[in-house]
T-cell receptor, first 114, second 113 residues
């Protein structure tokens, strides 16, 4: 069984640039969530995709956008990068929509904005 | 919204027992999770509580009191490898996404020899 994989592991960008982060969900999982984790903080929910549709969003501006593909892999896009966007971006997948289902996290992409 | 509070840091000795507390405020509680996160790694699932009481799983146990908005994670027979951040997270069916988790800031546990 393949776990959640994310790429790249590390990324350095400058303010104003755009970035795309990628995630392959665990085999058999059709729900993908993205979280932002600042240093010393817990993960913060960005949004969730279920069967290619966004079905929930946290308090993040529209410059944070995403996609989910037919194979349930996903992308997180961030436009007009700001210094505060520097964080660990975590992707998590789960088998479906049941609220008692645990999330399986990838190791994340460490984004640094200079 | 939700408020989730947990201690920032804790220290314990190898072989000992440690209890990590978590208090929360939600309008539509729908489950509480504990995750473990080693530095530079993915959070990994430890436990899930939705009803009051104690859930035991090996050296780890988690307790929930919904009326008090309170949970704790109990780690027994501490090992050096248990040094990690422990994240308390809550699901709230009244939030934007009923499936999202709202995390506390984590408790950094250091196990000393």
């Amino acid at each position: 069984e393949t776990g959640v994989t994310q790429s790249p592991t590390h990324l350095i960008k400058t303010r104003g640039q755009q970035v795309t982060l990628r995630c392959s969900s665990q085999s058999g999982h059709n729900t993908v969530s993205w979280y932002q984790q600042a240093l010393g903080q817990g993960p913060q929910f960005i949004f969730q995709y279920y069967r290619e549709e966004e079905n929930g969003r946290g308090n993040f501006p529209p410059r944070f956008s995403g996609l989910q593909f037919p194979n349930y892999s996903s992308e997180l896009n961030v436009n007009a990068l700001e210094l505060d966007d520097s964080a660990l971006y975590l992707c998590a997948s789960s088998p479906g929509e049941a609220t008692n289902e645990k999330l399986f996290f990838g190791s994340g992409t460490q984004l640094s904005v200079l | 919204g939700q408020n989730i509070d947990q201690p920032t840091e804790m220290t314990a000795t190898e072989g000992a027992i440690v209890q990590i507390n978590c208090t929360y405020q939600t309008s539509g509680f729908n489950g509480l999770f504990w995750y473990q996160q080693h530095a530079g790694e993915a959070p990994t699932f430890l436990s899930y509580n939705v009803l009051d009481g104690l859930e035991e799983k090996g050296r780890f146990s988690s307790f929930l009191s919904r009326s008090k908005g309170y949970s704790y994670l109990l780690l027994k027979e501490l090992q050096m490898k248990d040094s990690a951040s422990y994240l308390c997270a809550v699901r709230d069916w009244k939030t934007g996404s009923a499936r999202q988790l709202t995390f506390g800031s984590g408790t950094q546990l250091t196990v000393l020899p």
